[in-house]
């Protein structure tokens, strides 16, 4: 069974830092890339980093490029967002996805359709 499990979302006061995490199971995760999004209520759900399979490529929403880093440990199956400088606006459901091109090394995918695989999410609030 397919599984993509987020944690590390919590409460944090304006200026803080968390770090997320996404582990994979039930396929191959080390071969494909994987995707953070979020979605505040009310809101579309937004993009907010990537990084292909390997880990050698990443990319970044507008809104975040700055303060968050994605990066990736292949070998415990596991996808990370380090994020800096979080602002309320920041307060959002993260969801990790994996993509669907297995070993694919061009630039990573921004628009949900790219994903197949989506986890539960994780509640990251930010107040000031």
């Known amino acids: 069974q397919v599984r993509l499990v987020e944690s590390g979302g919590g409460s944090v006061q304006a200026g803080g830092s968390l770090r997320l995490s996404c582990v994979g199971s039930g396929f191959s995760f080390g071969e494909f890339g994987t995707g953070w999004f979020r979605q505040a209520p009310g809101k579309e759900r937004e993009f907010v980093a990537a990084i292909n399979w390997i880990g050698e490529s990443t990319r970044y929403g507008d809104s975040v490029k700055d303060k968050f880093i994605i990066t990736r440990e292949n070998a415990k199956n596991t996808v990370h967002l380090q994020m800096y400088n979080l602002q309320p606006d920041d307060t959002a459901a993260y969801f990790c996805?994996?993509?669907?091109?297995?070993?694919?090394?061009?630039?990573?995918?921004?628009?949900?359709?790219?994903?197949?695989?989506w986890g539960q999410g994780t509640q990251v609030t930010v107040y000031s």
């Open positions: 996805a994996a993509d669907s091109r297995r070993y694919y090394s061009g630039r990573p995918f921004s628009s949900p359709a790219d994903y197949v695989h």
